[in-house]
């Protein structure tokens, strides 16, 4: 799954390395973006078009906040908006928690070039212009952490999910993609609080309990 992300590289950065129009739209950098907060997406209006959005999809408590690539299409919330209402929600980082005893010890997880990147998402307008992150089965060394992952398009995947390409061309394109290359570190347990939230999130950090215990 995704409960928590980052994106505190300069929009006009990732919008540019994304080659995504720009924007004049205001977003403060966040390095622990939380359910319920506003994202960045990127929507297909005439041309993609970057608005904020809640993260959290529907009227629901808790909200929808991650949705499974692999039964998009058998649930009924889901089928209508994977065909019609897609879009990008990005990102430069996520992080996953790794239980050790009664520990839980957070890792923040990257592209292995640092670069921002854009997540599958769906999206609705009614009641509020919300929307929900992808998932997948992980993959390579990241199915140490956990069983699902985020599904972070490849630079020739973003356009198709913006257009009117079938959802169901899509999903075995995700699926029959590369690996994306992810690297991960501990970091401290203070991201845990969506209260905190400054560069300090994403800094290295080793718990001296788990230090070398994740590849054992």
């Known amino acids: 799954m995704c409960g928590r992300f980052t994106l505190h590289t300069p929009l006009e950065e990732v919008l540019a390395h ?25 929507v297909m209006h005439d041309q993609p078009k970057a608005v904020l959005m809640r993260w959290g999809l529907g009227e629901r408590r ?37 239980q050790f005893n009664s520990h839980k010890q957070p890792y923040y997880i990257t592209l292995s070039e640092k670069q921002p990147f854009a997540f599958a998402g769906l999206y609705q307008e009614n009641p509020e212009v919300s929307c929900t992150i992808i ?22 995947q973003i356009n198709m999910w913006l257009d009117s390409v079938p959802f169901a061309q899509l999903r075995k394109s995700i ?15 203070i991201v845990n609080s969506p209260r905190n939230n400054g560069p300090r999130c994403i800094e290295p950090f080793e718990h001296r309990f788990e230090q070398g215990r994740l590849f054992e």
């Not at 720009?22 to 960045?40: C, H, K, M, R, W």
């Not at 089928?79 to 928690?97: H, K, M, Q, T, V």
């Not at 998932?135 to 020739?156: E, F, N, Y």
Request: contains cysteine; aromatic residues 8%; hydrophobic residues 40%.
């Open 175 to 189: 699926l029959d993609s590369p690996e994306v290359h992810l690297v991960f570190r501990q970091v401290d347990p």
């Open 18 to 42: 994304l080659h995504l129009p720009l924007t004049d739209l205001e977003y403060v950098a966040s390095y622990n973006i939380a359910p319920t907060q506003q994202v960045v997406a990127v």
């Open 62 to 98: 808790p909200p929808i906040i991650n949705a499974r690539l692999e039964s998009l299409t058998e649930k009924k919330t889901f089928r209508p908006l994977a065909e019609n209402s897609r879009c990008l929600i990005l990102a430069d980082g996520f992080y996953e928690w790794k």
């Open 135 to 156: 998932t997948m089965d992980a993959r390579g060394p990241l199915q140490k952490l956990h069983h699902r992952m985020p599904v972070i398009l490849q630079p020739d």
